[in-house]
Every structure is written in structure tokens, then in C-alpha cells.
């Protein structure tokens, strides 16, 4: 075997290697296992270790004299801020919007923890992740997103009544108001796919970067990136549930005043 024939063999299995133990990237979350005939996921498992701590958390308020204080200390600029779309019915919303602010902020910061995404598991001889952030999964998202768009129109019902929410969406008047219905509906579900690519788009580009970056250099140079990222974190979960409260504010309000 010639000299450029060894060269040769011995590039292309250095470049096999690198590719066979590269960074594990994939769009859609990984079946872990199956419980009576449900596939758990990575995200979904990552998504009920969120669900169990906030339970923690909210069985500790009043119970921890710390965690009540710190908690007031940083749901008050929340409250003030959320108070200002809402007015006097704050008090009705408040706990809606600040559950979804809460958990899809855990959801993104827990899946920037050392851990998460480089802890694998051997699942029919392939190395998956363990966890995933639960936001970076698309069904996840979409379920943030039609659930807030559901509960803007239960609430568009209970606070206009059935005739004057129907009458948004089908208002035959004259051929305008009708097409502006049916554009209406069209906006509903498009505010819903809106919420979830958008959340699912940056948590999962920032997984992506933080993984790319971590497998190219050396770890400490992957920190600015991990504050970004935590960054936002905690602007895709604001931007949320700011964004629910907005829609919820404009649907019940009367405008035929």
C-alpha cells in the first residue's frame, strides 16, 4: 500500500470517528421508554421533574418563612407588571399568566443545567440523551400555545357571552365583516403556531449552539454563551405569558362601547 493510500485510509477514519462521536443533535425528542403503551420521552420526563418541583415549591410557601419572602420579593414586578394589562381583574388572571411564566421558564433554564442533554442513556444500542428541556420539543410548544389560545376564547366567552364572541367570527352585516370574521378565525390558530415555533425555535437553537460550541472549544468558553441562553430563557418565558395576557385582555374587552 502506497504512502498517499495509507494517508488516505487513516483521514477517512479519523473523520468517521469524529462523526460517530460527535455532538447528539436531534429536532424531535427521544422515546425513553413506554408506560402502559405511552412513549416517555427525554422532554417529557424533563417536564414532570418541573411539574414536581414546583409543587415543592408551592407546598413550601407558606410553610418556609425563606421561600415566602424570596418568592414576594420576585413575583411583585411580575404582579405590577401583568397589573397594568389587566386593571382590577388581576386578581382572576394573575395565577393563569404566572403559571405559564413559571414553568416554561423552569422548563428552559432546567434544560441548561450540566446534565441535561450529555447524560445518555443506551436505548436499543443508540445513545440517547437522558433529559431534554421540555420546550425544546415541539409538542410541548404546541401544547403552550393552543392551550393559551383556548383559554383566551373561554374567557372571551364568559366575559361577552356567547352572541357578542360568536358575532367576531361570524358576523354576516355585509360581505367586509364577514371576510374580517373568517380572517379572524384564521388569526386564532395562527397566534397559537406562532407560540409554539417561537418558543421551540429559540430554546432549541440555543440547545443546538450551547452543544456545537461545548464540542468545538474548550468548556469555559461555552460560559458567555450559557448566560445568553439563560437570558433568554427568561424572555421567551415573559414574552409568553405577555403575550397570553395581551390576547386575553383584548378578547374580553366590549367593543361595541
Same mark, same amino acid.
Given at each position: ?17 469524529? *462523526? +460517530? ?11 425513553? $421508554? ?7 420521552? %427525554? ?22 418563612? !425563606?421561600?415566602? +419572602? ?81 383559554? *383566551?376564547?373561554?374567557?372571551? *366567552? ?15 352585516? %355585509? ?13 386564532? !390558530?395562527?397566534?397559537?403556531?406562532? $407560540? ?20 468545538? *472549544? ?12 439563560? !437570558? ?16 386575553? +385582555? ?8
Amino acid at each position: 500500500m502506497t504512502a498517499n493510500k495509507i494517508a488516505e485510509t487513516a483521514i477517512t477514519q479519523n473523520a468517521e470517528a469524529v *462523526v +460517530s462521536h460527535g455532538p447528539h443533535i436531534s429536532i424531535k425528542a427521544e422515546t425513553l $421508554f413506554e408506560l402502559f403503551g405511552f412513549p416517555v420521552t %427525554n422532554s417529557l420526563l424533563t417536564s414532570w421533574i418541573v411539574v414536581f418541583l414546583l409543587v415543592l415549591l408551592a407546598l413550601s410557601y407558606n410553610r418556609n418563612r !425563606f421561600v415566602t +419572602s424570596l418568592l414576594n420579593l420576585i413575583l411583585k414586578p411580575i404582579y405590577s407588571l401583568f397589573a397594568g394589562v389587566f386593571g382590577d381583574k388581576i386578581e382572576v388572571f394573575f395565577p393563569l399568566v404566572m403559571t405559564y411564566f413559571l414553568y416554561i421558564l423552569s422548563l428552559n433554564w432546567l434544560g441548561l443545567l450540566p446534565g441535561v442533554g450529555t447524560i445518555l442513556l443506551k436505548v436499543h444500542d443508540e445513545s440517547i440523551p437522558l433529559l431534554r428541556a421540555g420546550t425544546a420539543d415541539l409538542n410541548t410548544t404546541l401544547a403552550f400555545g393552543f392551550m393559551s389560545i383556548f383559554m *383566551v376564547q373561554y374567557y372571551a *366567552v364568559r366575559y361577552l357571552g356567547w352572541g357578542k364572541y360568536l358575532k367576531k367570527f361570524f358576523n354576516f352585516a %355585509n360581505p367586509i365583516k364577514a371576510f374580517v370574521g373568517l380572517l379572524e378565525v384564521v388569526s386564532e !390558530f395562527s397566534k397559537a403556531i406562532s $407560540f409554539s415555533f417561537r418558543l421551540f425555535g429559540n430554546i432549541f437553537a440555543g440547545e443546538v449552539l450551547l452543544t456545537v460550541i461545548a464540542f468545538l *472549544v474548550p468548556v469555559l468558553a461555552s460560559f458567555p454563551f450559557l448566560l445568553f441562553e439563560f !437570558f433568554v430563557g427568561f424572555i421567551q418565558a415573559l414574552v409568553f405569558a405577555m403575550l397570553s395576557s395581551i390576547f386575553i +385582555s383584548v378578547a374580553i374587552a366590549d367593543h361595541g362601547h
